[in-house]
């Protein structure tokens, strides 16, 4: 058990859609990480917060984005869903030294389905 | 850019060790970390290397040669629920705390 949260665990989407999925962290982490884990494949880094701002994005577009609150829980948006989409996502949280060790806590993530 | 290489299946005997290799590629590098994901479940962080040479954490170590751009997980005495993917990762150094992530070696132990 890491202490993070995520909701909810399974949804399904039509392409087109949004979807929102939520984090809670590990007591005293004060950043979020997105991942997108597609099928047998490694998680990918969407983007990470730290202090309610985005602190580093990877290579995904704009329709996927983010949100960090004062009690540093966060969410991930999708607009305009596509059947590839369908994944994986985890949210991992760390404190922001934490890094140096290459330590995140992942949470057990949000399977969705896209169709 | 990053790459890292790692073999997609590895099988095991019961109480035998098994080493996952694990080659990369990156502009910058931080240090080599490795996570176990049990099917369904979240990756869970076992070890991190910054310098050259072997951690060891109980039944599980780490190596890192950086001049050969090459570490490995070695699991010993394996247990059946050592069945899991892992993941080598390494840290991106363009600020953000972030890890780039392998494929991933899937480890069956059998009896």
């Known amino acids: 058990e890491t202490g993070v949260t995520q909701s909810p665990t399974h949804l399904i989407k039509t392409r087109g859609q949004q979807v929102t999925l939520r984090c809670s962290s590990q007591s005293g982490h004060n950043t979020v990480s997105w991942y997108q884990q597609a099928l047998g494949q490694g998680p990918q880094f969407i983007f990470q917060?730290?202090?309610?701002?985005?602190?580093g994005r990877g290579n995904f577009p704009p329709r996927f984005s983010g949100l960090q609150f004062p009690n540093y829980s966060s969410e991930l948006n999708v607009n305009a869903l596509e059947l590839d989409d369908s994944a994986l996502y985890l949210c991992?949280?760390?404190?922001?030294?934490?890094?140096?060790?290459?330590?995140?806590?992942f949470g057990e993530g949000s399977r969705l389905t896209v169709l | 850019g990053q790459s890292l290489e790692q073999p997609s299946e590895v099988t095991a005997v019961e109480g035998a060790i098994v080493q996952i290799n694990c080659t990369y590629q990156?502009?910058?590098?931080?240090?080599l970390s490795w996570y176990q994901q049990h099917d369904g479940g979240a990756p869970t962080f076992l070890s991190y290397n910054a310098l050259d040479g072997l951690e060891e954490t109980g039944r599980f170590s780490s190596f890192l040669s950086r001049s050969d751009s090459y570490g490995y997980l070695l699991l010993q005495e394996l247990q059946m629920k050592d069945s899991a993917s892992y993941f080598c990762a390494v840290r991106d150094r363009t600020g953000a705390n972030n890890l780039f992530f392998g494929t991933g070696t899937r480890l069956t132990v059998i009896p």
């Open positions: 990156t502009s910058g590098f931080y240090g």
């Open positions: 991992a949280s760390s404190q922001s030294h934490a890094g140096v060790t290459g330590e995140l806590f």
């Open positions: 917060y730290y202090r309610e701002e985005e602190n």
